[in-house]
């Protein structure tokens, strides 16, 4: 592993926190330091310290003498522990929940629709 995977570990785990916490424009790649500055207080607390050490090896990144200072193992730790807490949402539930929502508000429709009628009703005197 070299500094040249330190900026791609960065962008999946911001792509990821987008995913799960919203933060990000639709059709743009964010960048971590600016889904932690939105986002980062989602993460529990000991993540979000791995992901400060992520964004702060991102910034480093960028200049190769400083890239090689960034600590290897914990840079693969962190990111490990980032992505496996943010993976399990995936499309299913995502899908899921979009489906669980659309049908609420089908019900709620239904339900404003049925004490309408109701009162249409009783203003007519039919029941």
Do not use: C
């Amino acid at each position: 592993m070299g500094i040249q995977n330190i900026r791609p570990m960065a962008d999946e785990v911001a792509g990821l926190m987008a995913a799960r916490f919203g933060g990000a424009k639709r059709g743009q790649q964010p960048d971590l330091e600016g889904v932690m500055r939105k986002r980062g207080g989602a993460l529990p607390r000991k993540l979000r310290r791995e992901a400060m050490f992520l964004v702060q090896a991102d910034r480093m990144a960028g200049q190769p003498k400083l890239a090689r200072q960034v600590d290897q193992d914990r840079l693969l730790r962190a990111h490990k522990a980032l992505t496996a807490y943010l993976r399990p949402l995936g499309q299913g539930a995502r899908l899921q929940g979009g489906f669980i929502r659309w049908a609420s508000g089908v019900v709620l429709g239904l339900m404003v629709l049925a004490a309408l009628v109701v009162w249409i009703m009783l203003q007519r005197g039919l029941i």
